[in-house]
């Protein structure tokens, strides 16, 4: 990527893993929680590293970034984690520069979500952008193309049926308890944990189930208080969870815990239990499976759910594609403009220098020189030459570093070592 002067480092890289190859026990070893995701950003830092965007979901850990070298970012990754670079060689991706930009794309649109259409991912995208923007390092390309990739999702929305019918993970857990349970509003149901699967899980529940024994337990309780007020739900201490467990006949987890947080010495009663695991890494110890009244479902097992909804979405890809390629051809285009940026800025450096030698040749010629005509006139014809120039250098049909070349040679322009 150096010949768009956009980064010191010779490419742009996206490595990661997603439910595509890797499990949900894989996906929690290379899980990042967000005091993780700051610590791998200093060490970018602290590498010299000049622009990086880590996301962490539960479908998918990746990392889009420049590098001599996508062991650098493997590296970052793995440091920061419990995956080793093995591991990650067995379930990975890396894509480089173009094919780099174009996953992204998909990724952002939500082509490449386990559930199609499904557009959580973009605000993640965009949460991540902000926090390496904080940290300096979002440079003016990555800055560009995330705001590339949001355009194309909201356009993907809005012209296309591909998120039509609300189908996410959240609603797929409160699906296959419709499919699977009977007398559904005369169930206790616990949800433990509050995190925005959690909170989305919630709100189906109370929308759909018409379900009034829903509690609530979260390790912070003002959290799961703020979300029960919401809904009019009752809300318990942590410390009674083994209690409130022993009422439930459905049990949804989606805690952000980096270890399990319940097994089968917590589960006291006989009578069937229901579990959704909806957390990544798993927050509930494979051993409740040795118990005959549990039953256990996890996040994979829900997200494989194929309905209507999903198959009518499909249809919709062809344009949902159409529209990426538009938008990825506009910043691909603006790219190309970074190849010859320094260039031209350096023309009109060297045209502004004769300009300011000529005005001052005129100026003691001329008693009643007009300063401030003459400078307008010179910018604007200056302004017309870079332009010219610049179109010139845009035309498909010519060879834009044969025209550099012969740019630099006429005007006696300095190469550019300063990247813009």
């Not at 190859?21 to 590293?49: C, M, P, W, Y």
Request: aromatic letters at 6%; charged letters at 25%.
């Amino acid at each position: 990527m150096q010949q768009y002067n956009i980064s010191k480092s010779s490419s742009f890289y996206a490595i990661g893993l997603s439910y595509k190859k890797a499990d949900a026990e894989v996906r929690g070893h290379f899980s990042l929680d967000d005091e993780a995701k700051l610590k791998l950003l200093k060490q970018a830092k602290a590498n010299t590293i000049d622009s990086l965007i880590v996301i962490s979901t539960c479908n998918r850990t990746e990392i889009y970034g420049f590098a001599q070298h996508p062991y650098q970012l493997i590296e970052l990754l793995c440091n920061n984690t419990r995956g080793t670079v093995e591991e990650f060689r067995e379930v990975a991706y890396i894509y480089k520069n173009q094919e780099a930009i174009s996953h992204m794309f998909r990724v952002g649109s939500g082509l490449d979500s386990q559930i199609l259409g499904d557009f959580e991912i973009i605000s993640q995208l965009k949460i991540s952008a902000r926090l390496s923007r904080k940290h300096d390092l979002l440079n003016p390309f990555s800055e560009r193309l995330v705001n590339a990739i949001i355009q194309a999702s909201k356009r993907i929305k809005n012209e296309t049926g591909i998120s039509s019918g609300a189908t996410s993970v959240s609603f797929a857990s409160v699906q296959y308890i419709f499919n699977t349970v009977a007398d559904i509003p005369n169930k206790n149901i616990l949800l433990f944990g509050t995190g925005k699967i959690g909170r989305n899980t919630c709100e189906n529940l109370v929308k759909h189930t018409k379900n009034e024994h829903i509690t609530l337990i979260n390790r912070t309780k003002t959290k799961a208080e703020a979300i029960a007020g919401k809904f009019n739900l009752v809300v318990k201490d942590y410390a009674n969870l083994q209690e409130e467990l022993s009422k439930s006949d459905i049990l949804i987890v989606a805690t952000g815990a980096q270890r399990p947080t319940i097994d089968k010495y917590l589960i006291q009663s006989k009578k069937p239990l229901l579990i959704l695991d909806l957390s990544i890494p798993k927050n509930v110890d494979e051993n409740v499976k040795e118990l005959d009244n549990v039953t256990l479902i996890h996040l994979d097992h829900l997200s494989k759910i194929t309905d209507q909804t999903l198959e009518a979405r499909k249809k919709h890809i062809p344009l949902a594609e159409t529209i990426i390629e538009d938008v990825k051809a506009d910043f691909n285009s603006w790219l190309e403009t970074r190849k010859f940026a320094p260039t031209i800025k350096a023309l009109k450096h060297k045209l502004n220098d004769f300009a300011v030698a000529e005005l001052d040749v005129q100026r003691k010629k001329l008693s009643d020189f007009n300063e401030a005509q003459a400078e307008l006139i010179s910018n604007n014809i200056i302004q017309k030459i870079t332009n010219h120039f610049a179109h010139h250098l845009k035309d498909d049909n010519i060879s834009t570093n044969d025209s550099l070349e012969l740019i630099k040679k006429v005007f006696q322009l300095e190469p550019s070592t300063k990247n813009v």
